[in-house]
């Protein structure tokens, strides 16, 4: 049997109708995130890659139940994260936490550090003063900052230490699922190093499982072990992240990761250039969305009808292609 | 590649802050020649825009100024000349694309009026509407399809790689003879990032231009640039080829910014990473400002800077600032 799973998604779709014509009488839908199922193992990391208006924040932010789902199912353990009642979606609330992109908007400018990283524990337990900084301090030493450190305001802080400090206020309840969102680019260069280190050492410590939107595709080789393609709120390809690299199935997922450009100089670097732009979500290409930009159009069928996910070797590995694998 | 455009010469740039005058820009030289681009990289705060906004002499005012040094454009310099001289040479003598095309082009105008208006300053007093053949071609050349009907359009209902080529087609409607790319594609996914670095290859071929290209990416230095500068904290620590300074990096700061890339054609359990953070601004600094930084430091780093010597390639065009040079790291 495989691991228990952190995370089971199945069908989720998010649908955001805007108003349209005379006095916005008609709509439009846009199809933010369409019919999407993947799961995650326990100490696992999920990569959500894409281009941008391709649905991972939308997707991220429903795995928070910051957006609720058109139809479809997040389950935390299990546990359906729509039906919970209030005293298990507060248990949601410690158990799955998030760290954003801009550790100068995701840090209230008028708390302490110490009330900022405390905020989970003061919510949903009942701690004593002391058990409360001890907890405290903890969690700033296990992001690399001193417990002294806790007095200061964010603004007295770099933008690497602030991140610690998300890290930290994200990490102190123990939770089991923490979604990262772009979590260092926003960091200069020689900073993204030490904070990635950091994920995958509280990892290691904790056994926490991640989900992460990235951009960029070096973060995500060295963070995933597993990668999710998504193209126009739809999943194109999920598969083990060494296999998704060096042998991508989806001519999308091709494209994308030849994108990504290696630190080398001696041996020329092959690229397959897309296309035109991501065609707008509002009216997506009938059949494969992917088809207008696509290299490897096989013929009408990709105009016409839209591919389903089919297993390439294992279960562990799924695209939606019309070509054979 | 021909001779030297653009020249820069021990160009120093101070901000006259409360504290006092803070040198952002400290002694940079470097040159770029016709259909040569040249990367500058680093961090935030290391002056590499300041860099930029010297060449361009539009410095935050009042507080940003040149202190000292040479721009050469051509052999004629631009630091100390008047304002209507230096107006004329932006657009049409260099040109510049900014980091994010949503701020750099003006919402209420149709694109066509804004590559116009980039037009006229090379041919004053040239009816619009004559001008408008010319904004086609423009948009053409950089790639913006259906071009005809995309001059009315206005930048919102554009994509951000869209209006990004469009920044593109104002900066070379002048021809000019450097173009000045500040982290252009730092905003656009890495598919259009890739579509973008091609097109500015392109234009590259067909005018010949000058390129100094920032950014903080050592993979697109890698892919578009012919040399590099590597800066810290103000001062240039390292430069040369791209193929020398990535073969052999000689500076303890480029070596470790190198390995602490995550890789996209390997997987590895553990990144190599620097401690501390880049230096803050500051009014008096003694030394080599990586020596907080430095595996490598001795006691000499910490109060003397050290001068651009040779690096580890051993070609004359590869320099580095280093103590530690030719020494057992």
């Not at chain 1, 801009?102 to 708390?111: E, I, K, N, T």
Request: with cysteine.
């Amino acid at each position: 049997m495989s691991p228990p799973s952190i995370l089971n998604v199945s069908g989720l779709t998010k649908h955001f109708p805007i108003p349209h014509g005379l006095l916005g009488r008609q709509e439009h839908i846009v199809r933010a995130v369409d019919d999407v199922s993947f799961s995650l193992a326990h100490g696992q990391t999920l990569a959500l890659v894409g281009e941008s208006g391709c649905g991972k924040t939308t997707l991220a932010r429903m795995l928070l139940r910051l957006l609720e789902p058109t139809s479809g199912s997040v389950e935390i353990e299990g546990k359906d994260i729509a039906t919970m009642s209030k005293a298990e979606m507060r248990r949601f609330r410690t158990n799955v936490q998030a760290v954003f992109q801009d550790p100068w908007a995701s840090l209230s400018p008028r708390m302490r550090v110490f009330d900022i990283v405390a905020e989970t524990l003061v919510i949903n337990d009942n701690l004593t003063k002391g058990e409360l900084t001890r907890r405290v301090d903890e969690a700033l030493i296990a992001v690399g900052l001193r417990p002294e450190q806790a007095k200061y305001y964010p603004h007295e802080f770099s933008g690497g230490q602030r991140q610690r400090i998300a890290i930290a206020s994200a990490i102190i309840a123990k939770p089991k699922l923490i979604i990262l969102d772009e979590p260092v680019s926003a960091l200069d260069v020689s900073i993204r190093s030490q904070i990635m280190n950091l994920f995958k050492d509280l990892q290691q410590d904790v056994g926490c499982s991640y989900v992460v939107v990235a951009h960029d595709l070096g973060t995500t080789r060295f963070m995933a072990d597993r990668i999710a393609v998504m193209y126009l709120g739809k999943l194109v390809e999920i598969g083990p992240t060494d296999q998704m690299f060096d042998a991508p199935q989806h001519p999308y997922t091709q494209a994308l990761l030849s994108a990504a450009l290696p630190l080398r100089v001696d041996t020329p670097h092959e690229a397959i250039i897309l296309r035109g732009d991501v065609p707008s979500p509002v009216n997506p290409p009938t059949g494969c969305p992917f088809h207008p930009r696509c290299q490897s159009v096989i013929g009408d069928i990709c105009k016409t009808v839209p591919p389903r996910l089919k297993e390439l070797g294992s279960p562990d590995h799924v695209m939606s292609c019309h070509i054979d694998p | 590649m021909g001779a030297s455009v653009l020249q820069v010469k021990n160009l120093r740039t101070v901000l006259d802050l409360a504290t006092g005058s803070v040198p952002v820009v400290d002694d940079v030289s470097f040159d770029v020649g016709a259909g040569e681009t040249l990367g500058i990289v680093g961090e935030s705060g290391s002056g590499k825009s300041m860099t930029a906004l010297s060449i361009m002499q539009v410095l935050p005012q009042p507080i940003g100024r040149i202190e000292s040094g040479e721009i050469l454009l051509d052999q004629t310099d631009l630091v100390g000349l008047p304002e209507e001289e230096i107006a004329k040479v932006r657009g049409r003598d260099i040109g510049m694309i900014l980091q994010d095309p949503h701020t750099s082009l003006n919402p209420v105008f149709t694109i066509g009026n804004q590559v116009i208006e980039a037009l006229q300053i090379n041919n004053p007093g040239t009816p619009r509407k004559s001008l408008l053949g010319r904004v086609v071609d423009l948009l053409r050349q950089v790639n913006v399809a259906d071009a005809e009907r995309r001059v009315h359009a206005y930048p919102h209902q554009m994509s951000g790689g869209m209006k990004q080529r469009v920044v593109g087609a104002i900066a070379i409607a002048g021809a000019p003879k450097v173009i000045i790319a500040d982290e252009p594609t730092t905003a656009l996914d890495v598919t259009i990032q890739l579509q973008y670095l091609e097109l500015l290859r392109d234009i590259q071929e067909e005018t010949g231009t000058a390129i100094i290209f920032i950014t903080h990416d050592l993979g697109i230095v890698a892919k578009l640039c012919h040399k590099l500068v590597v800066m810290y904290g103000g001062k240039i620590v390292e430069s040369g080829t791209v193929a020398d300074v990535f073969r052999a990096p000689s500076h303890p700061y480029t070596e470790a910014l190198l390995k602490s890339v995550p890789s996209v054609d390997q997987k590895v359990d553990r990144l190599y990473a620097i401690d501390g953070q880049p230096p803050a601004l500051s009014v008096d600094r003694k030394g080599c400002s990586f020596a907080p930084r430095c595996p490598y430091v001795r006691d000499i780093c910490t109060h003397q800077v050290p001068q651009h010597d040779a690096g580890l390639s051993g070609a004359d065009t590869h320099l580095a600032a280093c103590w530690n040079m030719g020494r057992d790291r």
